[in-house]
């Protein structure tokens, strides 16, 4: 949720920013604001109210040692009406704050002001392309074929076991896919993020937490008996880890990596676009996530994405870095650099890694703060991305590294892998 002094302080700034998204939030932003100033009012009632209690138990305890009962059962008369007022009002003004949290949660995050308006992903800015492109041979395979022809994913298999979308990795393919895993929470570790094996079923106060409830819960697989939510990405529990927590000054910069299945119903499209491993509804991830100060929290969204961008150079693979439009913005982020290869027999590009910066949106449903030199608690920044998703990566190493021999492995897998090529 924004935080609501940032609506109070900046309200024309936040509904221009968040006019970047294509819709017109400032009614419900007036309404915010409306219900915040009828809370205030209640509050200031609910502290005149006390004001005068404190004092009229002074004025009691003064009567009864003078002697005065009679004067002193009055004013206690007083005090019994205070006290009922008083909850009255604290009533109403927990029902008020309940509406401002509902009223907010409704309200996506405002993008960053560098973030540029914009429909769809049509309109995001291609920042960076880099590496070669490479020339396949004629009567090269997409993914999906080379893999049933080295017999690495069985496709057919896992619609048997499950449904479609969750392929069955053998042999070769599951040491690759192993392989891939391991050394990208290899390199996470050495670039200082601490590793988390975290629960992969979360309540709705963690999906509350990182924004994927009540919005999109459609997308989420719900164990209904036990009212938990297959997680969506490992971002859910690494970052409730936090939730409730003031941490110092001296714990920033919190980095944390976790490995994880990652569970989407991802209901809907079919074709070529989606075939393989393109979409699945259940694949590996390594997500990295920080947790920063205000201050700071720009910069180590650089040094995220360049850190993704060492991976993806590691494995060789052609790649690009798009800066997200307005329209194009997941609902709890101020601005995403998504991370896409080249997939040479699909000839497209693929989303490999989405790093966002969601500023104080995720910390304010988390009640995620921190304590700076003056002592005075405030929101702090979630950051997190993924170093990487695993199916798209697959795909494209194995189309793109295609021979008439079979499939070269990169140089930085083979200590994983254990062989040098597919054949």
Not at 63 to 68: H, M, T
Not at 212 to 221: A, E, H, N, V
Not at 262 to 271: D, I, K, L
Request: hydrophobic share 35%.
């Amino acid at each position: 949720m924004i935080p609501i002094q940032q609506i109070r302080e900046n309200t024309e700034l936040v509904i221009k920013s968040l006019a970047k998204r294509n819709v017109d939030y400032s009614s419900e932003i007036k309404g915010v604001l409306e219900l915040d100033l009828t809370r205030k009012k209640v509050q200031q009632q609910v502290d005149e109210l006390l004001s005068e209690l404190n004092g009229l138990s002074k004025e009691i305890g003064e009567l009864f040692k003078s002697g005065k009962k009679d004067e002193a059962e009055i004013k206690k008369q007083r005090t019994i009406e205070i006290k009922d007022k008083t909850k009255a009002l604290t009533d109403k003004q927990k029902e008020l704050e309940d509406q401002i949290r509902t009223a907010l949660s409704a309200i996506p995050n405002a993008p960053h002001e560098s973030v540029h308006a914009g429909k769809g992903d049509q309109d995001n800015e291609e920042i960076l392309r880099e590496g070669e492109i490479p020339a396949l041979f004629d009567g090269a395979l997409p993914h999906w074929e080379l893999a049933a022809k080295y017999d690495l994913i069985d496709f057919d298999l896992g619609s048997k076991i499950t449904g479609a979308g969750f392929p069955v990795y053998k042999g070769k393919g599951a040491k690759l896919q192993r392989a891939l895993i391991t050394y990208f929470l290899d390199s996470a570790e050495k670039a200082g993020y601490q590793e988390i094996i975290p629960p992969l079923l979360v309540n709705e106060d963690s999906g509350f937490g990182t924004g994927q409830l009540p919005d999109k819960d459609g997308q989420m697989y719900h164990a209904q008996v036990d009212n938990l939510f297959l997680i969506p990405t490992a971002e859910v529990p690494v970052t409730n880890i936090f939730r409730d927590v003031i941490l110092k000054e001296e714990d920033f910069p919190v980095k944390c990596v976790a490995y994880t299945p990652c569970f989407r119903r991802e209901a809907g499209s079919y074709g070529k676009d989606v075939r393989g491993l393109n979409r699945l509804h259940q694949f590996d991830k390594v997500e990295i996530v920080q947790i920063q100060q205000p201050d700071q929290s720009y910069q180590t969204l650089g040094i995220m994405v360049e850190y993704v961008q060492d991976l993806i150079r590691s494995l060789g693979l052609p790649f690009r870095a798009l800066k997200l439009c307005g329209g194009d913005l997941g609902t709890a982020a101020a601005k995403t650099i998504d991370l896409e290869v080249y997939s040479a027999a699909q000839e497209r590009w693929l989303e490999v890694s989405s790093v966002s910066n969601f500023e104080a949106y995720q910390a304010n449903r988390l009640k995620l703060r921190f304590k700076g030199n003056e002592q005075k608690t405030q929101l702090a920044h979630t950051l997190n991305g993924s170093a990487l998703a695993l199916p798209r990566i697959y795909a494209a190493l194995l189309e793109n590294n295609q021979t008439h021999d079979g499939i070269v492995i990169p140089e930085v897998l083979r200590p994983y892998t254990g062989f040098k090529l597919i054949n």
